[in-house]
């Protein structure tokens, strides 16, 4: 059973500083996904990690993969309140067509930004 | 752009009623699933489908049923609620053979059981 663990769960910083949130999973995928969602909203996808090494960047956040860890991370360079959400990392367990298919979800982690 | 439309957005039911909650979809994709989201659990996967006619159990699928008769529509019924049901419901949908393409979320149906 694939299991998907988030750190940490609840996440407050101060404008401009910078952290790591970690997606650690248990079994082999090369599949993972960001998603941010916001209070009483939809989920909305932010990341797309398709192989061993990939890293991708959009404005102050940067996603990478590690399969052979079975690591993922999302950097917040410089935060600012806007991006303050709950941000999950899902992992794709099955390879039925080749597309994101079954997902195992971590349980989130809530990012409030302060000035 | 409709995307992913769930309906309706909020219900509240009496234990024991059923109900059945809409998805729709005009991306013509062919995977669509049902995911139930509750406090600090992230999202669980309830039933999915790869195509019509074709539908699978997730990781959480007792008390629910759905079946795909179009490739639009994924239906996810309740045949008995219970107070445990109650929680937040999304449909997705992605197409298959294109892992590139993330699953599209609908907007939510928030479900109360009383």
């Known amino acids: 059973e694939l299991k998907v663990e988030q750190n940490p769960l609840f996440l407050s910083m101060q404008e401009g500083k910078n952290y790591t949130i970690y997606c650690n999973y248990s079994?082999?995928?090369?599949?993972l996904y960001w998603y941010r969602q916001d209070p009483g909203k939809s989920l909305e996808s932010l990341f797309v990690l398709l192989s061993n090494g990939a890293v991708k960047q959009e404005g102050r956040l940067m996603a990478s993969l590690d399969t052979k860890a079975r690591l993922s991370t999302l950097h917040i360079t410089a935060a600012v309140h806007d991006l303050s959400a709950t941000y999950f990392c899902a992992v794709d367990i099955y390879s039925f067509g080749g597309g994101s298919e079954k997902l195992v979800f971590g349980k989130g982690t809530k990012l409030t930004v302060n000035p | 752009n409709a995307g992913v439309t769930q309906t309706p957005k909020f219900q509240v039911l009496k234990t024991g009623q059923s109900m059945t909650l809409q998805c729709a979809q005009d991306?013509?994709?062919?995977?669509m699933s049902w995911y139930r989201q509750d406090p600090g659990m992230g999202l669980r996967l309830i039933h999915y489908s790869v195509g019509a006619g074709i539908t699978d159990q997730g990781e959480v699928p007792n008390g629910y049923n759905v079946s795909r008769s179009t490739t639009e529509d994924f239906p996810l019924r309740l045949l008995s609620a219970a107070p445990s049901q109650t929680s937040v419901y999304f449909c997705?949908?992605?197409?298959?053979?294109?892992?590139?393409?993330?699953?599209?979320f609908g907007d939510g149906t928030r479900l109360s059981i009383l």
């Open positions: 991306m013509n994709h062919e995977y």
């Open positions: 079994t082999t995928s090369d599949r």
């Open positions: 997705a949908s992605g197409p298959t053979g294109d892992s590139n393409q993330p699953q599209h």
